[in-house]
């Protein structure tokens, strides 16, 4: 949950990492110039980004969030554990398209949420299965849907996530502005045992001592198309191994793509009037 858990309520779903993490998870400060833990400031404008508000107030989080990602004009992809746990608050909106976590970009008010049936959450290995929801806005937003790509490709394939968790491992230490890292899907042994599998992602930083956390959970793990466009193949959901800092990775990723047909008929059968 980062499901990154916050530092001393394991139970709250990582504040939902916040999406990793809870993937450079939360951050009650603003104005640092790295995070995810150790990412760095957009590079570009990522029009598909959201931001959902919440908080956690019995673990101490007032201002918190997790990402997701917009799939279609009135639909947004992110962790279930953003929008079903234990002493979570939804602040009841999305925020799309801003490089700044409280400011800029299009409000939407959250119409309804779907949680996958199989969600299930926890502590081990088998922490996270099915950690996947759709949100639908109350009404179209005019950012730019990320196509979810037909298939993660091979181990190795450089990756990207994005984020506007926490900038420090033990803190919520949120960044104003978005933050990117660039990434690799890594191989099932690069997680530890049983993390990893056809439906979750293992993520390898390529850059030292960096990863999702508190706050980054539900946002975007992207490829590069063929055509060299963005598509999205990951949501932050938590780490990949256990007792680790966030900085330390790896990071666990719930595979889109394995999802598609659930998506897909989710939207379809409840799309707005």
């Not at 850059?207 to 990951?234: H, N, T, Y």
């Not at 800092?245 to 008929?265: E, M, R, V």
């Amino acid at each position: 949950m980062f499901s990154f858990k916050p530092p001393h309520r394991r139970t709250v779903r990582a504040a939902a990492v916040g999406a990793l993490a809870t993937a450079a998870c939360a951050t009650l400060m603003t104005g640092s110039a790295t995070a995810i833990v150790n990412g760095s400031d957009s590079t570009q404008s990522y029009r598909f980004m959201a931001t959902v508000p919440m908080s956690a107030p019995e673990a101490g989080l007032f201002d918190g969030n997790c990402g997701a990602s917009l799939i279609d004009k009135q639909w947004v992809l992110t962790a279930a554990h953003c929008v079903e746990g234990e002493g979570l608050e939804l602040e009841g909106i999305v925020r799309l398209g801003s490089e700044h976590r409280t400011s800029g970009g299009t409000v939407r008010k959250i119409d309804r949420t779907f949680v996958h049936p199989g969600y299930v959450n926890g502590d081990n290995k088998a922490a996270n299965t099915n950690d996947i929801a759709l949100i639908r806005l109350d009404r179209p937003a005019a950012g730019q849907p990320i196509k979810v790509a037909e298939r993660p490709s091979k181990p190795g394939t450089p990756t990207r996530i994005l984020g506007f968790g926490t900038t420090v491992d033990t803190e919520f230490a949120f960044p104003d502005r978005l933050q990117e890292l660039n990434t690799r899907r890594g191989a099932r042994s690069e997680c530890a045992p049983g993390y990893a599998d056809r439906t979750r992602l293992c993520t390898i930083s390529t850059v030292p001592k960096a990863m999702a956390c508190f706050g980054d959970s539900g946002g975007p793990q992207m490829q590069k198309s063929r055509g060299g466009r963005w598509e999205l193949i990951g949501v932050t959901s938590g780490p990949g191994a256990p007792n680790v800092p966030c900085s330390q990775g790896p990071g666990l990723y719930t595979n889109a793509s394995a999802y598609a047909g659930w998506i897909h008929k989710t939207m379809k059968a409840n799309s707005a009037p």
